[in-house]
């Protein structure tokens, strides 16, 4: 009868992973879950941007088309208000300056969030009717 027992030395190899290949392994994936997670984060703001400003585009135009619509050409300079979208508040400023032709004014229009950072700027020319 032959003796089929394995040696000590090879039966401890068979049976799984060293330590060392655990923790090659725990760091791979470490650093998966972290660039996973920087992609995630990085995705979140992108939308939020893109939310702000079509928020704020929404308040820039709402402001221009209250210079068009008027029936008397804006006054020249700056005025502020508050627009308030989707339950976000965004400051709104309105410039209005003369052009070489006093028939027409510029209007320009810029949006900042509440922490004063600019959003969007909007400018048209509105005429004498």
Do not use: H, W
């Not at 027992?5 to 972290?34: D, H, M, Q």
């Not at 229009?109 to 922490?115: G, N, S």
Request: proline share 4%; with cysteine.
């Amino acid at each position: 009868m032959r003796n089929t027992r394995r040696p000590l030395a090879s039966r401890s190899r068979i049976g799984g992973f060293t330590l060392i290949e655990v923790l090659i392994a725990l760091g791979i994936v470490a650093i998966a879950l972290a660039a996973g997670s920087q992609a995630t984060m990085s995705l979140t703001r992108n939308a939020q941007r893109q939310s702000d400003l079509v928020l704020a585009d929404l308040c820039a135009e709402n402001e221009l088309a209250k210079a068009r619509l008027s029936r008397q050409m804006p006054a020249v300079g700056d005025s502020g208000s508050i627009c308030l979208q989707a339950g976000i508040s965004f400051n709104v400023t309105t410039s209005t300056i003369p052009t070489l032709n006093p028939n027409f004014r510029r209007v320009d229009v810029q949006v900042r969030d509440q922490a004063d950072s600019p959003i969007l700027r909007i400018s048209t020319v509105v005429g004498r009717y």
